[in-house]
């Protein structure tokens, strides 16, 4: 039997869309690199502007990864560009997701800062579950996430996450958080905040 439902995969298995944002130079394209089990598709190209001091390359379009969680369930990821000139991807890449995880660079203040406009973009295009996760933080200081939380205004349901995106069981356990997180909002009652 057929089924009409776009996201059902042939063998029965369900594929979601995932997002991954976040700004400049957070990790986005080495997250879904570290977990992709096929060869990620990215768009990345020289930087010739002042930015070019803190690394080479940038996505200007986005990269695409496929993460099995099992038999019934594929993530699809999508990496945003960090660069707001490139933000009219937020948009496309954002249609039909399930979830995304806001990645930020723990080492740097404007990397928090550079967020909250990102945060406001994402949350406008569509209300569905998402994660914060702190890039190059083994761990997170109770003082570290209120700060997060207070400077991007997140709700307390709302998870913050260490993370190291070089690490293949961190990014697990980040994407394991935004799909639990995403479980919540199916049960919590018609009408919650998610
Ligand atoms: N040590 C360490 N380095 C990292 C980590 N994540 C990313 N990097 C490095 O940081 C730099 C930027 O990472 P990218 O993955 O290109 O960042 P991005 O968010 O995709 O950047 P844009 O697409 O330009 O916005 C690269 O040189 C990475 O190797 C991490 O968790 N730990
Ligand atoms: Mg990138």
Redo the contacts with the bound molecule.
């Keep these: 039997m057929t089924t009409r439902s776009s996201n059902r995969r042939k063998h029965g298995g369900t594929a979601v869309k995932i997002v991954v944002t976040?700004?400049?130079?957070?990790?986005?394209?080495?997250?879904i690199?570290t977990i992709s089990e096929i060869t990620v598709l990215s768009t990345?190209k020289d930087i010739t502007d002042h930015t070019r001091s803190r690394?080479a390359?940038?996505?200007v379009a986005m990269?695409f990864g496929r993460i099995t969680i099992d038999r019934d369930l594929v993530l699809y990821l999508f990496?945003t560009?960090?660069?707001d000139r490139f933000d009219f991807m937020w948009e496309i890449l954002g249609e039909g997701m399930l979830g995304y995880i806001l990645?930020v660079d723990a080492d740097r203040q404007d990397s928090l800062e550079e967020a909250v406009g990102i945060l406001a973009a994402f949350r406008k295009m569509a209300r569905v579950p998402f994660v914060v996760a702190l890039?190059?933080s083994s761990g997170i200081e109770p003082s570290d996430e209120e700060k997060v939380r207070s400077v991007l205004e997140l709700d307390e349901d709302v998870p913050v996450v260490p993370?190291?995106?070089?690490?293949r069981e961190s990014v697990k356990s980040v994407l394991l958080a935004l799909l639990y997180s995403v479980v919540d909002s199916i049960d919590a009652p018609a009408g919650a905040v998610v």
């Design positions: 976040g700004p400049f130079s957070a990790g986005k394209t080495t997250l690199r990345e690394k390359e940038t996505t990269d990496g560009p960090g660069q990645l890039n190059r993370c190291d995106a070089t690490d």
